[in-house]
């Protein structure tokens, strides 16, 4: 690929992307709501959430040990 057909390749997705952005700035807010939903339910059916929740708590323990390793060499 030459410098020319990147930059020809990158300004054709310039484009995209701004086209994109334009059509979702007029979407109403009951389609992006729809849209939300519908992510949310493909979420649900792979399983991302269930994993989602298992690491944020897996996280949060973490951060509990590490407060309490805190508070006892304070103490």
Same mark, same amino acid.
Do not use: F, H
């Given at each position: ?8 390749? !990158? ?8 086209? !994109? ?16 939903? !519908?992510?949310?339910?493909?979420? $649900? ?5 269930? @994993? ?10 973490? $951060? !509990?040990?590490?407060? @309490? @390793? ?6």
């Amino acid at each position: 690929m030459t410098k020319k057909e990147a930059k020809a390749y !990158q300004d054709r997705w310039r484009l995209v992307d701004k086209i !994109q952005s334009n059509e979702r700035r007029r979407l109403s807010i009951d389609e992006k709501l729809r849209q939300l939903d !519908q992510c949310y339910e493909i979420a $649900v059916e792979l399983g991302l959430l269930k @994993r989602y929740a298992a690491a944020r708590r897996k996280g949060e323990r973490e $951060v !509990q040990l590490r407060w @309490r @390793r805190l508070k006892g060499l304070a103490a």
